[in-house]
T-cell receptor
Framework: GAGVSQSPSNKVTEKGKDVELRCDPI?????LYWYRQRLGQGLEFLIY????????KSGLPSDRFSAERTGESVSTLTIQRTQQEDSAVYLC????????????????FGPGTRLTVL | AQSVTQLGSHVSVSEGALVLLRCNYS??????LFWYVQYPNQGLQLLLK??????LVKGINGFEAEFKKSETSFHLTKPSAHMSDAAEYFC???????????FGAGTTVTVRA
């Protein structure tokens, strides 16, 4: 079956513009995660969705960042008034369910969207 | 809180030589530990994981890693490198049963013919 897909694969924008990044999780995966990878750094957790609710938004770096999810399907990460420090690869992952006692649910990652803010 | 340190941002090995990627972690509770691989233009793929039980875990493509609690390490090894092993490798840690992964900065492996 299809894996996690993300679009666009590359996005170049001017400082101050808004951008939307899209993630299509694996069908049937109820949990969805967004991460950011800045150059030379590890992945940073941004937000977690269970279904269409986001119980953990703790990683969003500022109020310019927001995300939504339609049911247990597509998610959109929106960055308003982009800044140069927002340049990074944004990765989406999905898993069957969030962690439960005694189990680990593997996160499957998409290829990412490379965002460049000029 | 959990954190991960990967020693060496770039590693170059000869084809057929040992691959050793180092990962040290800090965690306030017994951790779950992971190694992911990322090939160019692809998403991260889980290589192997340690949750509980045997401390030597085997993954895909001939890789293995050993959890050493006393050293807070989870180094990744492969006895004989292949050209197809050229990729970026990430070590990650989480609390047991937690969804939130903390990643290291990654190590890029190049394989020389």
């Amino acid at each position: 079956g299809a894996g996690v897909s993300q679009s666009p694969s590359n996005k170049v924008t001017e400082k101050g513009k808004d951008v939307e990044l899209r993630c299509d999780p694996i069908s049937g995966h109820t949990a969805l995660y967004w991460y950011r990878q800045r150059l030379g750094q590890g992945l940073e957790f941004l937000i977690y969705f269970q279904g269409n609710s986001a119980p953990d938004k703790s990683g969003l770096p500022s109020d310019r960042f927001s995300a939504e999810r339609t049911g247990e399907s597509v998610s959109t990460l929106t960055i308003q008034r982009t800044q140069q420090e927002d340049s990074a690869v944004y990765l989406c992952a999905s898993s069957l369910v969030r962690g439960r006692a005694g189990a680990y649910n593997e996160q499957f990652f998409g290829p990412g969207t490379r965002l460049t803010v000029l | 809180a959990q954190s991960v340190t990967q020693l060496g941002s770039h590693v170059s090995v000869s084809e057929g030589a040992l691959v050793l990627l180092r990962c040290n972690y800090s965690s306030s509770v017994p951790p779950y530990l992971f190694w992911y691989v990322q090939y160019p233009n692809q998403g991260l793929q889980l290589l192997l994981k340690y949750t509980t039980g045997a401390t030597l875990v085997k993954g895909i493509n001939g890789f293995e890693a050993e959890f050493k609690k006393s050293e807070t390490s989870f180094h990744l090894t492969k006895p004989s490198a292949h050209m197809s092993d050229a990729a970026e490798y990430f070590c990650a840690v989480s609390r047991p049963n937690d969804y939130k992964l903390s990643f290291g900065a990654g190590t890029t492996v190049t394989v020389r013919a």
